[in-house]
T-cell receptor, first 115, second 110 residues
Framework: GAGVSQSPSNKVTEKGKDVELRCDPISGHTALYWYRQSLGQGLEFLIYFQGNSAPDKSGLPSDRFSAERTGGSVSTLTIQRTQQEDSAVYLC?????????????FGNGTRLTVT | DAKTTQPNSMESNEEEPVHLPCNHSTISGTDYIHWYRQLPSQGPEYVIHGLTSNVNNRMASLAIAEDRKSSTLILHRATLRDAAVYYCILRWGSQGNLIFGKGTKLSVKP
């Protein structure tokens, strides 16, 4: 079946511009997660949603970052006034529900380059 | 968050078994042990998880020490496609997010 889909797969933007990254989770998955991975680094947790609400926003690095989820499905991560340090691969994952017994299924990410 | 310790890198030969260790001496009774792996240029993928008993699935086996302070992911017969970064992660009951460490980079030689 279809996995987690992220778009665009690559995005190049100029410093100071806003960008939107989209995630389509697996159908029926109630939990959705955003991570980012800088070149050669580990995964950094950003935010997760249970349904349309975000119980944990603790990983968002600054107020330039925001995310929303509508209809319990698609999620958008928005970065305003991008900076060069925002360059990374942004990964989205979904799971059937939150909790230990629901593995996360990851997309292949959006590679963001800020010039 | 309870932490895990893994070797930075390991090497294996193709078609031989691989034992990837993970130490988690501060694990609590409600922490589950999860393993994910990340192939080059891909998002992580789930491998296996367990609580106390050893677990087997089509991808791997998970051996958990009796005191639960360590665990070992076992790939029974390594292939070139198993070259990846392997992450050992503790996750408690209803916890939402997963916290990834640096993992072990596994290289497989033909």
């Amino acid at each position: 079946g279809a996995g987690v889909s992220q778009s665009p797969s690559n995005k190049v933007t100029e410093k100071g511009k806003d960008v939107e990254l989209r995630c389509d989770p697996i159908s029926g998955h109630t939990a959705l997660y955003w991570y980012r991975q800088s070149l050669g680094q580990g995964l950094e947790f950003l935010i997760y949603f249970q349904g349309n609400s975000a119980p944990d926003k603790s990983g968002l690095p600054s107020d330039r970052f925001s995310a929303e989820r509508t209809g319990g499905s698609v999620s958008t991560l928005t970065i305003q006034r991008t900076q060069q340090e925002d360059s990374a691969v942004y990964l989205c994952a979904s799971s059937f529900r939150q909790g230990y017994n629901s593995p996360l299924h990851f997309g292949n990410g959006t590679r963001l380059t800020v010039t | 968050d309870a932490k895990t310790t893994q070797p930075n890198s390991m090497e294996s030969n193709e078609e031989e078994p691989v034992h990837l260790p993970c130490n988690h001496s501060t694990i609590s009774g409600t922490d589950y042990i999860h393993w994910y792996r990340q192939l080059p240029s891909q998002g992580p993928e789930y491998v296996i998880h367990g609580l106390t008993s050893n677990v087997n699935n089509r991808m791997a086996s998970l051996a958990i020490a009796e005191d639960r302070k360590s665990s070992t992911l076992i790939l029974h017969r390594a292939t070139l496609r198993d070259a990846a970064v392997y992450y050992c992660i503790l996750r408690w009951g209803s916890q939402g997010n997963l916290i990834f460490g640096k993992g072990t980079k596994l290289s497989v030689k033909p």
